[in-house]
């Protein structure tokens, strides 16, 4: 988990807010994709592997926060 120590939190806010919720019109990516997650509609390799990839900035900022509470 040291990984998640060194990179800088700027870094990762940066990454979620525009990696993670690029295009920003009509609706980001991430909710798209969540959207057809709930609706069972999420098949195609590229739609998952575009979930991944929208999704992993937001999951690395959310174990950040959960290493630096954990670790105070």
Same mark, same amino acid.
């Given at each position: 988990m @040291?990984f !998640?120590? *060194?990179? &800088?939190?700027w870094?990762?806010? #940066? #990454?979620?807010l @525009?990696?993670g !919720?690029a =295009?920003?019109?009509?609706?980001p /990516?991430?909710?798209? %994709? !969540? $959207?057809m997650? #709930? *609706?069972?509609t999420? $098949?195609? =390799?590229i739609?998952i592997f575009?979930?991944i990839? /929208? #999704?992993t &900035?937001f999951v690395?900022?959310?174990? %950040?926060?959960? $290493? @630096?509470?954990?670790? $105070?």
């Amino acid at each position: 988990m @040291t990984f !998640l120590d *060194q990179i &800088p939190w700027w870094v990762l806010i #940066a #990454a979620a807010l @525009t990696l993670g !919720l690029a =295009p920003f019109v009509p609706e980001p /990516h991430i909710v798209e %994709k !969540l $959207r057809m997650l #709930a *609706q069972g509609t999420l $098949r195609r =390799p590229i739609d998952i592997f575009d979930l991944i990839l /929208h #999704a992993t &900035p937001f999951v690395l900022l959310a174990a %950040k926060v959960v $290493r @630096t509470v954990m670790v $105070r």
